[in-house]
């Protein structure tokens, strides 16, 4: 939130520039205009804000940062899935991606776009599948540089963005001051006003974050990326489950699922020869009825530099089956144009090293 001792603009709530503009001798309403220029007219600096006094504009711009979020890189057409590779003020590179109007994945209704976001630069939890922990955490990202994902796609496209997925780089309850007040931005009538509903969050299983969450009063959506039914398979894939084991994990799900009308949903990775026997379904099943769980399964997308495969077609229908025959509510993500999962971490590492070599 702090850039260079200044604090960043779009971090703040709307009380909190009132606050901030009511020491500078400003009316209240002074923030709403502010909030306007920031989040309906967007503008990219103070200069911009033309019913301000010139005064109050170089005052808010001694004050606080503007910081700034720019494209370097669009992969993707207009009716597929579009990734896109931002710089940061820092120079440090995330991705986000747009999926157009897709099935319905986390709940939402299907006539969405869907965007995918990153909470950190990097990420330290190492999944062995994923290509976001494969070059380790960096940092967190502000509230801003959260929400400057969701404007600089929207600018871009031209589209209104309805559904977010905190799916991108990183694992966002190890930056939950930052995410939660990005989702109070996101959600406020007078910034984005995205449905808390709308809103999907998913997890690696850090354990008192989830108990945390819960206790948010901000009805937003749970994924939980379990990947596996047992603690020795998910030991092997996830070293995270070694700090907080299934039932650890389980049981803060229980508190979360016991304070919230909305189901959760348990993501499931299919990699082969791993986690994709009949057994871990039934298992998995069986997790998924204790806590009333849809689950989300997703055939792995292969990483360049990692050594694990989806499974055949027929093993992940029967994997399907297994869990449907246990009357569990179970989607199997079938359509390429979809796979959003291949888009998280992997943009940015092609292009970090083509960054690197001079190709870009
Ligand atoms: N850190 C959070 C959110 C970011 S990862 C989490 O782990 O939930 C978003 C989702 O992408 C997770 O379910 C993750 O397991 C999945 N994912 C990572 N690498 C993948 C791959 N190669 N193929 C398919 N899904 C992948
Ligand atoms: Fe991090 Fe999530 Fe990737 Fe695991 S799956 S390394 S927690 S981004």
């Given at each position: 939130?702090?850039?260079?001792?200044?604090?960043?603009?779009?971090?703040?709530?709307?009380?909190?520039?009132?606050?901030?503009?009511?020491?500078?001798?400003?009316?209240?309403?002074?923030?709403?205009?502010?909030?306007?220029?920031?989040?309906?007219?967007?503008?990219?600096?103070?200069?911009?804000?033309?019913?301000?006094?010139?005064?109050?504009?170089?005052?808010?711009?001694?004050?606080?940062?503007?910081?700034?979020?720019?494209?370097?890189?669009?992969?993707?057409?207009?009716?597929?899935?579009?990734?896109?590779?931002?710089?940061?003020?820092?120079?440090?590179?995330?991705?986000?991606?747009?999926?157009?109007?897709?099935?319905?994945?986390?709940?939402?209704?299907?006539?969405?776009?869907?965007?995918?976001?990153?909470?950190?630069?990097?990420?330290?939890?190492?999944?062995?599948?994923?290509?976001?922990?494969?070059?380790?955490?960096?940092?967190?990202?502000?509230?801003?540089?959260?929400?400057?994902?969701?404007?600089?796609?929207?600018?871009?496209?031209?589209?209104?963005?309805?559904?977010?997925?905190?799916?991108?780089?990183?694992?966002?309850?190890?930056?939950?001051?930052?995410m939660m007040r990005a989702i109070r931005i996101i959600n406020a009538p007078w910034a984005l006003g995205i449905g808390a509903r709308h809103i999907t969050v998913s997890t690696s299983g850090l354990a008192p974050q989830i108990k945390k969450l819960a206790d948010e009063p901000l009805q937003i959506?749970?994924?939980?990326?379990?990947?596996?039914?047992?603690?020795?398979?998910?030991?092997?894939?996830?070293?995270?489950?070694?700090?907080y084991n299934m039932e650890t994990l389980l049981s803060a799900c229980d508190y979360y699922a016991a304070r919230r009308k909305q189901r959760l949903t348990f993501e499931y990775i299919l990699i082969a020869d791993v986690n994709d026997s009949d057994e871990q379904a039934h298992l998995l099943a069986?997790?998924?009825?204790?806590?009333?769980?849809?689950?989300?399964?997703?055939?792995?997308?292969?990483?360049?530099?990692?050594?694990?495969?989806?499974?055949?077609?027929?093993?992940?229908?029967?994997?399907?089956?297994?869990?449907?025959?246990?009357?569990?509510?179970?989607?199997?993500?079938?359509?390429?144009?979809?796979?959003?999962?291949?888009?998280?971490?992997?943009?940015?590492?092609?292009?970090?090293?083509?960054?690197?070599?001079?190709?870009?």
């Open positions: 939130m702090v850039a260079a001792d200044k604090i960043e603009v779009k971090s703040l709530l709307l009380g909190e520039l009132q606050e901030e503009l009511h020491k500078l001798g400003e009316p209240f309403y002074r923030a709403r205009q502010i909030v306007d220029w920031l989040y309906k007219k967007r503008v990219n600096s103070f200069d911009e804000m033309t019913d301000l006094s010139r005064d109050l504009r170089a005052h808010l711009a001694n004050q606080f940062a503007f910081g700034k979020i720019n494209v370097v890189r669009v992969l993707g057409s207009h009716d597929t899935t579009r990734k896109f590779l931002f710089r940061l003020s820092d120079g440090n590179l995330i991705e986000s991606v747009l999926i157009p109007a897709s099935p319905a994945l986390y709940g939402g209704s299907s006539d969405r776009r869907t965007i995918c976001i990153s909470t950190q630069v990097g990420c330290a939890y190492g999944c062995k599948f994923c290509a976001s922990g494969l070059e380790g955490f960096s940092r967190n990202l502000g509230s801003n540089e959260i929400i400057d994902q969701i404007i600089a796609i929207e600018n871009a496209s031209g589209e209104k963005i309805d559904n977010i997925v905190f799916m991108g780089m990183g694992e966002p309850l190890a930056n939950l001051s930052n959506r749970l994924a939980i990326s379990l990947h596996a039914a047992t603690d020795e398979v998910r030991n092997q894939i996830m070293p995270i489950n070694r700090k069986r997790h998924a009825r204790r806590l009333s769980a849809k689950v989300n399964l997703i055939p792995y997308n292969t990483v360049e530099g990692l050594p694990w495969s989806r499974p055949s077609r027929n093993r992940q229908e029967k994997f399907l089956s297994i869990l449907r025959a246990h009357k569990i509510p179970a989607t199997l993500r079938r359509e390429k144009g979809h796979d959003i999962d291949a888009a998280c971490g992997q943009l940015r590492l092609r292009s970090k090293r083509e960054v690197e070599a001079g190709v870009l």
